[in-house]
């Protein structure tokens, strides 16, 4: 029976029809929903990595113990599983092995929009993409049966409209499947270079064969026969907007991308007048269309950065656009809301007291970078995953007597897991002065709330052992490693001035569980004594929504607030109260 799931709920099943009995990786936007999916289903293993390249190399494990298994990242995550991912293609399969990239064209989530379609290129293995929440089931489902055929990884490259968009799905019964079992193959598994090789001509001779299925197969690259004035040749989300825009035209979509069919391309170019690549961020098909001496338009017509939407294929193709459905709102004008931490997040103390003490902020990736934004604007840079770490290290090392004592560098407790260790353990070993600071909130709060090593539960909900971050601080060889109460300003500000002035490295754990687990039960809201406030703003700066600025007074929302006490700390006059009892 037909059923509405959501693009990333539809790879899972399609996994688990494959008989996939593995699931691995890391919570990223837009891929989360994948694995948390793929865990409500019977008779298949699912877990949470502490980062990509471990869930990627668990799963190569369970391919060479001859099961399916399937590994889940954010495009930026496979820059992380890089290293076994390339080397992999290599190796080949035993069980089938699907990694899934979600691409983020426009960055909804991410810090940067790359196009994954390249490192399937240069990792020379099958890629497919998915034009919806259907063909995301069955390329998922088929592309086991690929890797397994092609004796390749295969790379599903989704992107943020098809993980997120929910459409009618058809599933299907179970494959019939059976593990192989392990098979001892050591000039095939282990990558000597004597080895590796031999191994890369195979790797060309599966990219024939893969080729050769690819120029065929009209399943996976159909041909819409329509008007010979214009052939479009697309993929992936952007068929959608191709077919509702020129019904008419003829259209090649192309469902294996890598290696591209070109003879197909070839012959489909030549029943068209006009041909047009349509494709999201880089020119990737239409550049290798052009390489192979074909007259095409493709990047001329379309921006070279963010989605596609109806609007722009409609200007690309007809040059001209609709205009874009709206809402009637009956005039009323709905006031724009940045995004910003929680009410009563324990990070704003510390970004608070960052900003006070005029630090220098090298910053994460998490929920917590929004402590870079006005009026909080206590972070100074954020690059990647783990970076935060050696950056803060590298800045204290050159930059001059300004930074001394001055330079911090700020990490989530899932980040710090991921790949902030290996940072903390380069200021150890170098002697740096730098101060980490970790915020402890016992989950990876950003994309949702999943566990991690030091949450203490899996995937499942279930327990788990658990982590302890100082403690974990103090196995590497830190010896300056203290745990501070968020909420607590002066303790915590105290603590901060006292390990930053220390001459070696030092890590300050700020230990608060998220409000959204539900862990912390919701206070009382404070109160403000209006006879007492000199309306100075401190509490307004602070940045909570729960705080906003009424008739020239600072106001609370009582739904909203949850009494953490902040603003009561920074309120100089004394005219926040806290509830009774605190």
Known sequence: MPKLMLGNEAVARGAWEARAAFG????????????????????????????????????????????????????????????????????????????????????????????????????????????????????????????????????????TRVCHHTGVVHPAERAEWASKGFIKDIPKYVLLPSHARLRRAKVGERLEKALAFAEQSDLWNPIFKGSSEIGVITSGVSFGYVRETMPEASVLKLGITNPLPMERIRAFAKTVKRLVVVEELEPYVEEAVRAAGLAVEGRSLLPDTGELNLPLVEKALLGNAQDQITVDMAGVKVPGRPPTLCPGCSHRGIFTLFRDMKLRVMGDIGCYTLGALKPLAAMDACMCMGASVGMAEGLEMFGGPKEKGKTVGVIGDSTFFHSGIPGLIDMIVHGSHATLVILDNRWTAMTGG????????????????????????????VKRVREVDPYDLEATRAALEEELAAPEVSVVVAVAPCLLGGRIPKGEPVSIDLDLCNRCGACIRVGCMAIHEKDGFPDVDPDLCGGCGVCEQVCEPGAIVLPSGK
């Open 450 to 477: 999943q566990p991690h090593p030091g949450t203490g539960k899996d995937i499942h909900g279930a327990d788990a052992p658990r982590l302890n971050v100082a403690e974990v601080c103090r196995a590497l060889g």
């Open 24 to 159: 691995s990786g890391y919570p990223g936007t837009p891929s989360t929903e994948i694995l948390e999916a793929l865990s409500t289903y019977p008779d298949v293993t699912v877990q949470w990595a502490p980062n990509e390249k471990v869930g990627y190399e668990v799963c190569m494990g369970a391919s060479l113990a001859g099961v399916r298994a399937l590994v889940t990242m954010k495009h930026v995550g496979l820059n992380v599983a890089a290293d076994p991912f390339f080397s992999s293609s290599y190796m080949g399969v035993n069980g089938g092995l699907v990694v899934v990239s979600a691409d983020d064209p426009g960055m909804a989530s991410s810090q940067d929009e790359q196009d994954n379609r390249s490192m399937a290129r240069a990792a020379k293995v099958l890629m497919v993409e998915p034009y919806d929440a259907e063909e995301a089931r069955w390329m998922t489902r088929e592309a086991f049966a690929l890797s397994e055929r092609f004796d390749s990884p295969v790379l599903v490259r989704m992107t």
